[in-house]
T-cell receptor
Framework: AQTVTQSQPEMSVQEAETVTLSCTYD???????LFWYKQPPSRQMILVIR??????QNATENRFSVNFQKAAKSFSLKISDSQLGDAAMYFC?????????????FGKGTKLSVKP | NAGVTQTPKFQVLKTGQSMTLQCAQD?????MYWYRQDPGMGLRLIYY???????DKGEVPNGYNVSRLNKREFSLRLESAAPSQTSVYFC???????????FGSGTRLTVV
């Protein structure tokens, strides 16, 4: 089975500090996309950051960055200068490249708490 | 506003009742999806439709049926609801260009 594993059910970070959320995945494909989604208490799914597997350069979006290790099948999310609004569930997900292989496979999520 | 619209947002059913969750997108996307979210389980794919007129089972299809009515609409039906179907249900359409999905706001369903 092609799975996505988030080994940290819960994480906590002090406001203004940095936190890293872990994600590993399993796939036999060489081309795919990786995502981090944020789900605040409002339940809305919000795309935080994406990575194309064929790109070696790690993606960044403001305070959010990833450490993509393709050989290790690892895709961690780093949140810098954590803010109270970052408190949410975070889901790592993988999607194969193109066509009807577009099904997103999600990890079980990491609940992030931010302490003031 | 463009996006994915799900109705209803909340629903309580009695065991054995039936209902249909509605989903519509106005972004001209081909592929649409239904997921369920349970605590500690992440989001799991129920059914998907790669294009108008086609539907396929996902990881957890038992107890559900779907209809891709047209390119915009993709409904999920529970014929005889069971307590195990208590969950939050998300509809989504694929954004294209490898940008993942656009999600609806979810339906919280409770079966008592």
């Amino acid at each position: 089975a092609q799975t996505v594993t988030q080994s940290q059910p819960e994480m906590s970070v002090q406001e203004a500090e940095t936190v890293t959320l872990s994600c590993t995945y399993d796939t036999s494909e060489s081309d795919y996309y990786l995502f981090w989604y944020k789900q605040p208490p409002s339940r809305q799914m919000i795309l935080v950051i994406r990575q194309e597997a064929y790109k070696q350069q790690n993606a960044t979006e403001n305070r959010f960055s990833v450490n993509f290790q393709k050989a290790a099948k690892s895709f961690s999310l780093k949140i810098s200068d954590s803010q109270l609004g970052d408190a949410a569930m975070y889901f790592c997900a993988r999607m194969n490249y193109g066509g009807s292989q577009g099904n997103l496979i999600f990890g079980k999520g990491t609940k992030l708490s931010v302490k003031p | 506003n463009a996006g994915v619209t799900q109705t209803p947002k909340f629903q309580v059913l009695k065991t054995g009742q039936s209902m249909t969750l509605q989903c519509a997108q106005d972004m001209n996307h081909n592929s649409m999806y239904w997921y369920r979210q349970d605590p500690g389980m992440g989001l799991r794919l129920i059914y998907y439709s790669a294009s108008e007129g086609t539907t396929d089972k996902g990881e957890v299809p038992n107890g559900y049926n779907v209809s891709r009515l047209n390119k915009r609409e993709f409904s999920l039906r529970l014929e005889s609801a069971a307590p195990s179907q208590t969950s939050v249900y998300f509809c989504a359409s694929i954004t294209g260009g490898g940008y993942g999905y656009t999600f609806g706001s979810g339906t919280r369903l409770t079966v008592v």
